[in-house]
């Protein structure tokens, strides 16, 4: 298990863009990392204030970041790269993701073709499905 420390000491996320606060499994292929997610963060103010709900385009991004460290974990050298999300294919948002929600990203890697990386990701809440998708990610240097 792996804490916030270790990711911010990884990605280059920051407040308020940093959407995982732990790595709970992680093996070459396959990571699993948590979102608690909280009324405080800035979205919330502004995305359906009345009734908040975690837009889906950072719900995407934790499952990026989540796959970001996959990659950065297991390359020589990790703070000379950065990891840039290059394309999304099949992003289905199936179920709203709420305030005092914890999200659980599970990202496996597919295939690794030169500095291209294709995962599937899947999000969950309460172990039921509510986002998944399949993307690719750029391996570049600073």
């Known amino acids: 298990m792996r804490d916030i420390n270790y990711i911010l000491n990884m990605i280059p996320h920051?407040?308020?863009?940093?959407?995982?606060d732990k790595v709970v499994e992680e093996s070459k292929k396959h990571i699993k990392?948590?979102?608690?997610?909280?009324?405080?963060?800035?979205h919330f103010s502004g995305h359906f204030p009345e009734k908040p709900i975690m837009?889906?385009?950072?719900?995407?991004e934790s499952m990026a970041q989540s796959s970001?460290?996959?990659?950065?974990?297991?390359?020589?050298?990790?703070?000379?790269?950065?990891?840039?999300l290059s394309k999304v294919n099949h992003l289905r948002i199936l179920k709203n993701v709420i305030p005092g929600d914890q999200?659980?990203?599970?990202?496996?890697?597919?295939q690794h073709k030169?500095?291209?990386?294709?995962?599937?990701?899947?999000?969950?809440?309460?172990?039921?499905?509510?986002?998944?998708s399949e993307f690719l990610a750029t391996l570049v240097k600073k």
């Open 33 to 42: 990392t948590l979102k608690n997610v909280t009324v405080n963060e800035p």
């Open 14 to 20: 920051r407040y308020p863009f940093i959407m995982i």
């Open 114 to 132: 030169m500095n291209s990386f294709k995962f599937n990701a899947i999000c969950t809440v309460e172990d039921e499905v509510v986002a998944k």
């Open 55 to 60: 837009p889906g385009v950072l719900i995407l």
């Open 68 to 84: 970001c460290l996959l990659i950065l974990n297991y390359i020589d050298n990790p703070d000379k790269h950065l990891v840039y």
């Open 103 to 110: 999200l659980v990203i599970k990202a496996d890697l597919v």
